[in-house]
């Protein structure tokens, strides 16, 4: 059914124009159609990352978006240059090297949006 469609990342925020400046500036999305007042388009690599505007904002405890990335360290550094803390958390199997957790070959960072959106980089 759906193993071959498209899908699109949704995120919730309080503050539309807030959440702009960061995935505009501090993430660097490139903004696609806006389809609504309210809400916010972006492309990122093949996939769409939809940002809209929700009184549920921020109640997500869990990851909300992951990119794969080829050098998670320069990510890191890269957003943290931009004010990004990242998130610290004590997983099984999983060390942390400054901001990165590692598990085997793969490495992830977590930080989270002004809205406490839990967003991801990993990579190998």
Known sequence: MLKDKDATVTIPVKDIEVARKFYDETVGLERAQNAQPGMLSYKSGGSTVM??????????????????????????????????????????????????????????????????????????
């Open 51 to 124: 940002v809209y505007q929700s009184r549920f904002a921020g109640t997500n405890k869990a990851t909300a978006a992951t990119w794969e990335v080829g050098d998670v360290e320069r990510e890191v550094s890269l957003l943290k240059e931009k004010g990004v803390a990242f998130e610290h958390y004590d997983m099984p199997d999983m060390a942390r090297h400054g901001d990165i957790h590692v598990a085997g070959d793969m490495k992830a960072a977590w930080f989270k949006d002004p809205d406490g959106n839990i967003l991801a980089i990993v990579g190998r």
